[in-house]
């Protein structure tokens, strides 16, 4: 299983969750960020109850179309540091 981690940080006049190089829009606390990344975290790892159509772009800028079976969720996790 994949394993993903929510990072709180500081981010544009703020606090964010971070994934990756990813973060999410601005909260005006810390404790705010942290209540939406353990949404997230918990959103993560709900199944889906069908299969759906997924597109994504990687970072050459090429698209690609996969099917997500709605059963493969990861692990996911908020890290407070």
Do not use: C
Not at 13 to 39: H, N
């Amino acid at each position: 299983m994949t394993r993903i981690t929510y990072h709180i940080v500081q981010h544009d006049g703020g606090w964010a969750y971070k994934l990756g190089d990813v973060f999410s829009e601005p909260f005006r606390t810390r404790q705010e960020a942290m209540d939406a990344a353990r949404r997230a975290a918990f959103e993560q790892g709900l199944p889906d109850a069908k299969s759906v159509s997924i597109s994504w772009e990687d970072e050459n800028g090429t698209w690609h179309d996969e099917v997500s079976k709605g059963d493969d969720r990861p692990d996911a996790e908020v890290d407070p540091s």
